[in-house]
């Protein structure tokens, strides 16, 4: 078995920091997952949310997106906004329709100027809700109300700046009115009770609908929407979330205080339980990076209490680690560090807890086999620390240590094995790559450091890391105790960003998931079409016969049935009973898609 790592959790969906579910968290949206490019811009922002509210280019747009920026915050990567025409689009079916909200915003202009529209829906003056910022740096979030009445509260100058990433916080509900904060801090608050407009637009990301001077001349690497405002205890949770994650630091309620350097910036998929008292908590948050921590019943944490935890990003492998006690042979690389404090920063004990691991797809299992390794002495080492056993098996790929009492404020902990040919919990894959091979193929690679009962890989691709398709099957080692390097060519690559994976099978059938990554090809360029403007027809010369494949969007976004035959290696199309106007032409099938703007007179 070659236990690889898969990408998604197997449990429920949940929100940034463990906070919400996919019935609440109606929008996640963060450049660090899910960003599918062609030509170096961006096609499609996935939504991790769980409701599949994508960001996507607006028609009549291809080419006025923004682009992905690796490494510009803390390491992690950003879209940037031109300021002169990027914008993106969700056209969600109703379930970003809100009346109650609470928005995250990760953003950095780089030119500060009036009007910028950094998230809105609604055309300019009927707004359902936004967020707009001014050359002072000040944030406006217009609401048009069914009262046909609208207003325009603003936050003090210098809520946002160009010199770094700021989180920008604004929620509202009748009864509690409108709030925003920026790092954590409270920044507005009104109470207004009334009930917004839902009105039919798109929610824009980096422009507003109706204006050609709002455009984002910045960088957004996170968009979060929740469909009610969040309590105390959750808000904070998520501050200290994206804080952790951008390498900021809060203005009020920093209490994660492990990924600073000094404390080995561990930064990772932080998330946390919290109390601020009988309405404002959070005790059962979901899963965040294959973890999930809960309150043992009865709960003994108290007002004001909070416990964090976040990892390094270390790898699921026990592959070369001796940093274990003798009665182990082997413990994950990846170590998790908690931040057990109270809401001054000041240490405190929350009682017993359970820790939850999500182990689904990462090989075979034994509950017995498992033990959690808590470094109680803070010396940096796990070697000298008594191993926790006692792991129950929940089903579903999920085992729990309960009633744990050795965590305390900074000690670290990480997953051991009795038993690594029983238990292995290692990715025993070295490596995995794929890069161009000359212009039209791709080379694929891998390489394992052992294998046990390996029928073989099969590698998947994707145009957009959502919908996978197998290409081939190499045959396994079967069992092997030495490295092997595979190799295979992709003789017709996607044009653009695509993306490939390896599923690992068992000669009895199990399978597991490699990590994904990315191959950036040349994209061919726009179709031509003859002539253009055009009348009654027009000719598409095409380049394989796949794109005999044609789709005809609207200015509106509708897609248009037109009569088209096939002529030699063109396409004739009948443009005879088109209403005159634009439309975007798209040529070929789900996997390849060029596209052109025609003009139908």
């Known amino acids: ?293 809960t309150s043992h019943a009865p709960p003994e944490l108290t007002d004001n209490e909070f416990l964090f935890w976040g990892h390094d990003d270390g790898a699921f492998s026990t592959l070369g680690n001796t940093d274990h006690p003798a009665s182990l042979q082997g413990r994950w690389d990846r170590i998790w560090r908690v931040s057990e404090v109270n809401t001054t920063g000041a240490a405190t004990d929350v009682g017993p807890v359970d820790i939850t691991f999500d182990l689904f797809g990462l090989g075979p299992v034994a509950a017995a086999d498992l033990r959690l390794l808590v470094d109680e002495n803070d010396d940096g080492l796990f070697a000298d620390e008594t191993p926790i056993d006692g792991a129950a098996a929940l089903g579903n790929g999920r085992y729990r240590f309960a009633d744990v009492t050795a965590l305390a404020d900074g000690h670290r902990f990480t997953l051991g094995s009795t038993d690594i040919a029983n238990t292995p919990l290692p990715i025993d894959l070295l490596s995995f790559s794929v890069a161009p091979q000359g212009p039209t193929a791709a080379r694929v690679q891998w390489s394992t450091a052992s294998e046990r009962d390996n029928e073989g890989f099969t590698i998947e691709r994707s145009a957009d890391a959502g919908d996978w398709k197998a290409l081939a099957f190499l045959p396994g080692a079967g069992v092997s105790a030495t490295v092997i390097d595979y190799t295979w060519t992709d003789a017709d690559p996607l044009p653009g960003t695509s993306y490939y994976r390896l599923k690992q099978t068992d000669h009895d059938g199990r399978s597991s998931l490699s990590e994904v990554v990315s191959l950036d090809m040349p994209v061919n360029a726009s179709p031509l079409v003859t002539p253009n403007p055009a009348k009654d027809r027009f000719l598409v010369m095409i380049d394989a016969p796949r794109e005999r494949s044609l789709r005809l969007v609207s200015a509106s976004g509708r897609v248009v049935d037109v009569p088209a035959s096939p002529v030699g290696t063109r396409l004739e199309v009948d443009a005879s009973r088109l209403t005159p106007g634009a439309y975007v032409l798209q040529v070929g099938d789900a996997d390849r898609s060029r596209s052109v703007r025609v003009i139908v007179e």
């Open 1 to 293: 078995m070659i236990a690889l790592c898969l990408p998604t959790l197997a449990a429920a969906q949940t929100g940034p920091g463990g906070v919400g579910t996919s019935a609440t968290n109606v929008l996640w949206l963060s450049a660090d997952q899910g960003v599918a490019q062609a030509g170096g811009l961006v096609s499609t922002w996935t939504d991790r949310s769980g409701n599949a509210n994508d960001a996507l280019v607006p028609p009549l747009s291809s080419t006025a997106t923004p682009g992905l920026v690796a490494g510009a915050a803390n390491g992690l990567p950003v879209l940037r906004f031109d300021g002169d025409d990027d914008q993106l689009w969700v056209d969600a079916n109703g379930s970003l329709d809100l009346t109650a909200w609470h928005f995250f915003l990760v953003v950095r202009p780089n030119t500060l100027a009036n009007a910028t529209a950094w998230l809105t829906k609604g055309d300019d003056g009927t707004e359902n809700y936004a967020v707009v910022s001014y050359a002072d740096g000040g944030v406006r979030m217009p609401i048009r109300w069914t009262d046909d009445t609208r207003t325009t509260p603003s936050t003090p100058g210098g809520q946002l700046g160009n010199a770094a990433f700021r989180i920008f916080e604004y929620s509202y509900k009748a009864s509690a009115g409108r709030a925003a904060y920026t790092n954590g801090a409270a920044v507005y608050a009104d109470a207004h009770s009334k009930t917004p407009l839902i009105d039919p637009y798109p929610l824009y990301i980096g422009n507003e609908k109706g204006t050609s001077n709002g455009f984002v001349d910045g960088d957004i690497a996170e968009v979060i929407a929740y469909n009610a405002p969040l309590n105390a205890a959750q808000r904070l949770i998520v501050d200290n979330h994206l804080a952790a994650k951008y390498g900021l630091s809060l203005a009020s309620g920093d209490l994660y205080v492990q990924d600073d350097p000094a404390n080995g910036d561990l930064d990772r998929d932080v998330a946390g339980i919290g109390r601020m008292g009988a309405a404002a908590l959070q005790l059962d948050p979901g899963f965040s990076g294959r973890l999930s921590i």
